[in-house]
């Protein structure tokens, strides 16, 4: 994690004003540092990157899914955990679930169906992100090969489109984003007008 360091110039502004430099290094940088680690952020720059979960495990009863996440690495307090459920194994489009800090979802309910009455397959995939850092790659149910998931009930629905989570794009074509790739997402730009 980058903490914050005065350097050079706390160094000499402890020459000038000794009283005000020991002030400066051993409380305001000691809190600046703390506040930013406690939060899961870095006083400077980003936090890195957690390692990815070891394994994503998924239970199916009729029309609901529960969904436990594997990880064993050292954590850092802040750590959040989120599921992506896609009727495809490219994921395009997923539905995001925040688990926040639970490594183990509350279940939820998918349809064994579309609107049109055709069998889908639902295909799950896991991963976590710290609230300073970018979001882990994800672990896929089933490894290399992911494993569809056949629902078993009656339930007929099309899902709305995903509009995704976080920064990534309104369009929920940028999965795996969690809390978001960027620090800020702009405005979409304004259909132009054709006179």
């Known amino acids: 994690m980058a903490n914050l360091d005065g350097g050079e110039l706390l160094s000499e502004v402890e020459q000038a004003w000794p009283k005000l430099g020991v002030l400066l290094r051993t409380k305001f940088q000691t809190a600046v540092n703390t506040v930013a ?90 991963y976590s992100q710290m609230p300073g850092s970018q979001p882990s790659a994800p672990v896929v149910y089933g490894g290399d090969s992911p494993t569809a998931v056949k629902m078993a009930g009656s339930t007929q629905l099309t899902l709305l489109p995903s509009t995704g989570s976080g920064t990534a794009s309104g369009n929920g074509q940028q999965g795996g984003s969690g809390l978001g790739k960027t620090l800020l997402r702009g405005a979409p730009a304004a259909a132009k007008r054709t006179v």
């Open 37 to 126: 680690q406690a939060a899961g952020v870095a006083a400077v720059g980003q936090v890195s990157t957690p390692s990815s979960p070891q394994g994503v495990n998924v239970a199916v009863a009729g029309e609901m899914m529960h969904v436990s996440i594997t990880d064993n690495a050292p954590l850092q307090r802040g750590i959040r955990y989120f599921t992506e459920v896609a009727n495809n194994p490219s994921f395009t489009q997923p539905i995001v679930i925040d688990h926040g800090a639970s490594r183990t979802s509350h279940p939820f309910p998918l349809p064994t169906m579309d609107s049109g009455g055709n069998a889908q397959s639902w295909y799950v995939r896991s």
